[in-house]
């Protein structure tokens, strides 16, 4: 009997990844830069487990993390700033930040964006309390009834309304956020980066991290690193303000801001 090599499953195609895919085709426009770097998260996440331990409250490395994200960029705002049909710079004194978080839909493990606002003026507890929020309400989040509706439309308005938001800072700030953060190492260990296709100014895009040697003080030791890429459109940013932002947040990181207050 000749055997049937034909097999296969049927799925429907998940309507909310239609966003992605129209998003991935604007920001193939863009001319975009990544930059690969590695931040020594060791002190950090003891400084994390050390407030744990000492105030029993959670606190993930998420909202550390974009509390850092928001004191950088406060200083110097071009990094999430929009350019309008009028070929003007929009800059905003709030930084919005998109990001992606795993939830459960209808029993399935899904991927759902929540824009938290102003993350330059919240602390990282207030910010660890608004994930905490959307993670447990998210059905009802104004950001997943937004996309429940917006992809049932044809394919051609979708992209018709992406195209007038782009040239909309104050609309991408609203529908948008003004930076993207990305976590694809949250789903295991070891290190590696993410290369996104970016529709933000700013997009950063945390990778794994894992143990290996560094040099403190002269001497090597064991710590732990985590793989960032940042990235950015050169048509806004120019490399040098980058550079300097990539320091700034790399020391904010390092140095744990704010944990031992």
Not at 132 to 148: G, L, M, P, V, Y
Not at 158 to 171: A, E, G, H, I
Request: overall charge negative; proline content about 3%; glycine content about 8%.
């Amino acid at each position: 009997m000749e055997a049937d090599h034909n097999i296969h499953t049927v799925l429907p195609y998940p309507r909310s990844r239609l966003l992605m895919v129209d998003g991935g085709r604007l920001g193939l426009q863009k001319h975009t830069v990544h930059g690969l770097v590695e931040f020594d998260i060791t002190h950090a996440r003891e400084a994390i487990h050390q407030y744990r331990v000492q105030t029993g409250e959670g606190l993930s490395f998420s909202a550390f993390f974009l509390a850092c994200l928001g004191r950088a960029i406060d200083q110097n705002q071009e990094m999430h700033a929009y350019r309008n049909w009028r070929n003007q710079l929009i800059i905003f004194d709030e930084v919005d930040v998109n990001m992606l978080f795993e939830v459960e839909v209808d029993g399935k493990k899904t991927i759902r964006p929540h824009i938290i606002r102003g993350v330059n003026k919240k602390t990282f507890q207030e910010i660890q309390q608004e994930i905490e929020d959307f993670q447990n309400t998210h059905a009802s989040s104004r950001e997943s009834k937004f996309i429940d509706w917006f992809v049932l439309l044809p394919g051609f308005i979708r992209r018709l309304f992406l195209w007038v938001l782009f040239k909309n800072p104050q609309m991408i700030k609203e529908y948008y956020g003004t930076v993207m953060v990305t976590s694809v190492g949250m789903f295991g260990t070891g290190t590696g980066w993410g290369i996104p296709v970016p529709n933000h100014t700013l997009q950063l895009t945390l990778g794994g991290f894992d143990e290996k040697p560094g040099v403190v003080n002269h001497n090597i030791e064991v710590r732990k690193f985590l793989s960032v890429t940042i990235t950015f459109d050169h048509d806004i940013v120019d490399g040098a303000p980058i550079a300097r932002f990539i320091q700034r947040l790399k020391k904010l990181v390092e140095s744990g801001d704010g944990l031992s207050e």
